[in-house]
């Protein structure tokens, strides 16, 4: 349980780091690459160790396979969520996201024809309502429709990223082991945003003010190898029920430092907002 919570307080800590580093005037392409640098040399060391664990072999379809999710689930997920980070809050932009669940089941009844339960529609119901009135707190704040629609659009856009990357992962850690899907698309998502960042802009741009490189550098360990092993490790021990329950915490951790560290305004329907979505993923995931 120490795992998992110290993944989920991981995990909310990103959204801060890249809203602080933003301050130092650094784009999202040389933020995005500078984090894969760093995190590159322990996902390859994770991939390497989980190898090991198992005796099976990976194909050519097995590479195609975690060179696509980690196309769809780390590189394009993040780059859109760091895109959305210039526009919208830290606390807006950790709701949005918390909306992957149901995502997962609106794809599954379009493409898998699932059924949708009625309980499946209240939690939706919850959820979308609770974004709104989120929504409509930074709308108050900020008082620009156009900037805060495009930036929640965006990070939108990296929850369905997500949500494509986890009916993916489904078809192949059953066959090579969560770890090392995890460990090697995750470590191809690294490879591509290093490529787009040397296809957009000059190595010149890697040249930050110092406090760039820390933020990266935290950003990599403690909010990207870090969670990703201690969620991993939570999951082999408690299993997966209990872990994505601690998950929940997730925003309102984000909501609680966004103010703290980067004095976001918290307000009642914002409060209201996340208490939505939060009560509308844990009645999703009741069985």
Known sequence: MLFA???????????????????????????LALRMVFALPFFLAMGVAAGHRTARRLDGRDWLWMAGLGFVGYYLAS??????????????ERLILFLYPTLVIVLSALFLGKPVTRRAVAALGLCYLGIAL???????????????????????????????????????????????VTALATSFACLFCIAQFLLLRPVAALAQPWPVYGLSLAMALFSTVAPVWLVSEAIR???????????????????????????????????????????GVLVMARR
């Open 237 to 279: 021990r408690l299993g997966a029920g209990p872990v994505s329950l601690t998950g929940t915490l997730g925003p309102v951790i984000t909501i609680f430092l966004g103010w703290l560290l980067l004095d976001e305004t918290l307000g009642a329907s914002q409060i209201a907002g996340a208490a939505l979505v939060i009560g």
């Open 134 to 180: 989120a929504l409509g707190h930074d709308l108050k704040i900020a008082g620009e429709a156009g900037t805060v629609l495009l930036g929640s659009v965006l990070v939108f856009g990296s929850a369905l990223a997500y949500a494509l990357y986890l009916m993916g992962n489904g078809e192949v850690v059953g066959r090579l082991g969560s770890m090392r």
């Open 79 to 92: 780059y859109l969520d760091f895109l959305g980070l210039n526009y919208i809050s830290a606390g807006l």
């Open 5 to 31: 919570l110290a993944g989920a307080v991981g995990f909310s800590f990103k959204a801060i780091l890249v809203k602080l580093a933003y301050r130092y005037g650094v784009d999202a392409e040389t933020l």
